[in-house]
C-alpha cells in the first residue's frame, strides 16, 4: 500500500528534544521533495520544514529555524525531524507529506500525500 | 509572508446545496493555490491543485477558480461526507502558508 507512517511523538519537557520518523511505503521516495506541516490542537496548519530529493536543499520556518533539523535516509525510504529545544508552543501533530512530483517552486508543490500524524506534547 | 484569509471561518449548508468558500491572498500568487479537506482525527487530503486542477480520484463536484488574489472552492451539490474542515494554501514563496480552514456543517 501507498503510504506514509510517522513515529517519534511523546510528551517532552520544555527545553527537551525529540526525533520525528516518516517512513515511505509503496512509491519511490528518492524521487520527491518531503515536507514536514503540523497542526496545533483545534487550529489550522503551519508548514515547518521542507527538503528536496537529494537533501541537497533545505528550508525551515522562522519559527523553527535553528532549533529544528530535517534530514532524509533515502536509501530506507526515511525523513526525519530532529527537534532540540522543544517549546510549549511546538506542541502539534507532526505530518509528513510528500510534495506532488514535478513542481517548479523551490520547495516542492502541492502534498498529495499525508502521513497519519504524530502527537508531539511539550509541557513540564 | 504570505497571509492566507478564509472568509467564513464556518458555513452551514443542506444536502444538494451549492457551496462556495473564499480565500483571499495578502499579495500575487499567481495560481499557486492549492484546496485541502480535513475530516476529525484524519490528515488533511489534497482536492485542487494550481487554483483549478482536480486531484485524482476527487468527485467531479469539487472545483476551484481564480488567481492573483481572489480564490473561489466549490462544492456544486453538497453530500454528507462533505462535512469537514477546508483549507486553502498557497505555495508561491517560502513559507508556504495555509488559511485558518472553513469547518463546513450540515444544516
Known amino acids: 500500500e501507498v503510504q506514509l507512517v510517522e513515529s517519534g511523538g511523546g510528551l517532552v519537557q520544555p527545553g527537551g528534544s525529540l526525533r520525528l520518523s516518516c517512513v515511505a511505503y509503496g512509491f519511490a521516495f528518492r524521487n520527491y521533495e518531503m515536507s514536514w506541516v503540523r497542526q496545533t490542537p483545534g487550529q489550522g496548519l503551519e508548514w515547518v520544514s521542507y527538503?528536496?530529493?537529494?537533501?541537497?536543499?533545505?528550508y525551515y520556518a522562522d519559527s523553527v529555524k535553528g532549533r529544528f533539523t530535517i534530514s532524509r535516509d533515502n536509501a530506507n525510504k526515511s525523513l526525519f525531524l530532529q527537534m532540540n529545544s522543544l517549546r510549549a508552543e511546538d506542541t502539534a501533530i507532526y505530518y509528513c507529506a510528500r510534495a506532488k512530483f514535478g513542481s517548479p517552486k523551490v520547495a516542492g508543490g502541492p502534498y498529495d500525500m499525508w502521513g497519519q500524524g504524530t502527537m508531539v506534547t511539550v509541557s513540564s | 509572508d504570505i497571509q492566507m484569509t478564509q472568509l467564513s471561518s464556518s458555513l452551514s449548508a443542506s444536502v444538494g446545496d451549492r457551496v462556495t468558500i473564499t480565500c483571499q491572498a495578502s499579495q500575487n500568487i499567481g495560481n499557486y493555490l492549492n484546496w485541502y479537506q480535513q475530516k476529525p482525527g484524519r490528515a488533511p487530503e489534497l482536492l485542487i491543485y494550481d487554483a483549478s486542477n482536480l486531484e485524482t480520484g476527487v468527485p467531479s463536484r469539487f472545483s476551484g477558480s481564480g488567481s492573483g488574489t481572489d480564490f473561489t472552492f466549490t462544492i456544486i451539490s453538497l453530500q454528507p461526507e462533505d462535512i469537514a474542515t477546508y483549507y486553502c494554501q498557497q505555495y508561491d514563496m517560502v513559507p508556504y502558508t495555509f488559511g485558518q480552514g472553513t469547518k463546513l456543517e450540515i444544516k
Open positions: 527538503t528536496s530529493s537529494a537533501g541537497s536543499a533545505i
